[in-house]
């Protein structure tokens, strides 16, 4: 059975830096699309970053482009998300979720495994 376990959130200053780690568990990392997304206080949930099965293929967020990066380590079966020069609109519960199959969309609707979540708060 898939399990995702988010690390990496915490508390940083604007400009700072996090990395936010996923951990997938009972699958096969390999056939998996994964994605991190964000949800903040009042807000609806949005994509941030996608990522193919491969690594060959990535998607982000228009607000998030230039500074963060993800990637994948199938051997580990974790997928990060670097996240650089932090802005206080990233503040959020930060996501991880996953898909079998092709990438298509870095939606919420194209993901059905979910993370409990890891919050980011990015405040002086």
């Known amino acids: 059975q898939l399990q995702l376990v988010e690390s990496g959130g915490g508390l940083v200053q604007p400009g700072g830096s996090l990395r936010l780690s996923c951990t997938a568990s009972?699958?096969?990392?390999?056939?998996?699309?994964f994605g991190w997304f964000r949800q903040a206080p009042g807000k609806e949930r949005e994509g941030v970053s996608c990522i193919s099965t491969s690594g060959g293929t990535t998607h982000y967020a228009d607000s998030v482009k230039g500074r963060f990066t993800i990637s994948r380590d199938n051997a580990k079966s974790t997928v990060y998300l670097q996240m650089n020069s932090l802005k206080p609109e990233d503040t959020a519960v930060y996501y991880c979720?996953?898909?079998?199959?092709?990438?298509?969309?870095?939606?919420?609707?194209?993901?059905?495994?979910w993370g409990q979540g890891t919050q980011v708060t990015v405040s002086s």
């Open positions: 979720a996953a898909q079998v199959g092709l990438f298509r969309r870095c939606e919420v609707a194209d993901f059905d495994s």
């Open positions: 009972g699958i096969t990392p390999e056939v998996y699309v």
